[in-house]
């Protein structure tokens, strides 16, 4: 029984040490009035250390008169009535953790699945915890498991993985309502760990990694497809404007040769496709014909002669940095 034992212990021995002491005192002057003052102080050192209890903050003691439940005492010091009262029980009103586990139990998809979880409650009625269940902390236990196996039966493996929050949240209103007639509160309840088959769990990281694969291909996919509408959108820009088509083609051949040391074999049949003379002749022209004053005269056309096999347009000169 969780009482004090050291207070009683010592409210005990400070009767007796006081008692014996008078009652030496009064056997010096009689003998028979000395034995029985040294009986009356062990009677009276006994009911006093009996009397006496002290709980905790935390705690409150359930009080039962000769069987029957008279009410709760504490915290702090308190006195019950000696051979009439006792103290049947004192209950713990702190927050307790509770661990249990559902182990092979099945989901509504058939998978054996072992679960952690842990349950986290108190006592708010200390009357209804000792009187209508026998041990409220072993039934709080039975009733968690239990409601852990029912709500794992009615769940597929994919909501017991993703969906922790929504099966906790389940778990706490089933042990709740399970719990409430005895006095029990629960406050959360949380899923630790869910543990599987190791081959279910091979064959779920090869499907994971499939379906990585494919969301990666259907990425790839819409690129390619978003990167052709613009080469066709390019095309057409070039078929409506030649000049820009050819700046475009110089462009390429200038950031080829930028860089030092580079050098670029260009076949004559790419040069008079490009047509770089035609460009600079009609923007000769325009300036002639608009008599733009100060006009610098038109730069010659770069020229590549070819020597060789004409139908292969073997380049007989290089491209030596610029055009």
Request: proline content about 5%; overall charge negative; aromatic content about 8%.
């Amino acid at each position: 029984m969780p009482v004090d034992t050291g207070l009683k212990t010592f409210v005990f021995l400070i009767v007796m040490v006081v008692g014996g002491i008078v009652s030496s005192v009064l056997w010096s002057m009689s003998a028979p009035l000395g034995v029985l003052f040294a009986f009356a102080t062990f009677i009276l050192a006994w009911l006093l250390s009996s009397a006496i209890r002290m709980v905790t903050q935390w705690e409150r003691a359930i009080v039962l008169q000769l069987g029957k439940f008279v009410g709760l005492r504490g915290p702090g010091l308190f006195f019950i009535t000696p051979l009439v009262q006792n103290v049947s029980r004192v209950v713990d009103l702190r927050t307790i953790t509770s661990t249990f586990k559902a182990e092979q139990s099945i989901t509504a998809d058939t998978v054996p699945v072992d679960v952690d979880a842990v349950l986290f409650w108190k006592v708010v009625d200390p009357e209804k915890a000792v009187l209508e269940v026998q041990e409220y902390s072993q039934a709080v236990g039975w009733a968690a498991q239990t409601a852990l196996r029912d709500v794992i039966g009615r769940s597929t493996l994919a909501d017991i993985l993703s969906g922790r929050d929504k099966i906790d949240s389940v778990l706490r209103t089933i042990i709740d309502t399970k719990t409430e007639p005895w006095g029990v509160q629960v406050q959360s309840v949380e899923i630790r760990d869910v543990t599987i088959p190791a081959a279910l769990q091979d064959a779920m990281s090869r499907q994971a990694q499939a379906e990585r694969e494919r969301q990666a291909r259907i990425i790839l996919g819409e690129s390619e497809t978003q990167v052709a509408a613009k080469f066709v959108e390019a095309a057409r820009f070039y078929e409506q404007c030649p000049t820009a088509l050819h700046l475009r083609a110089m462009n390429m051949l200038y950031e080829g040769m930028k860089d030092k040391g580079s050098m670029i074999i260009v076949p004559s049949s790419a040069l008079e496709t490009m047509n770089l003379g035609a460009i600079n002749l009609a923007q000769m022209q325009n300036n002639i014909n608009a008599g733009a004053p100060g006009a610098a005269p038109a730069a010659v056309a770069p020229h590549f002669s070819t020597s060789g096999d004409p139908s292969m347009g073997t380049p007989s000169g290089y491209l030596p940095g610029q055009i």
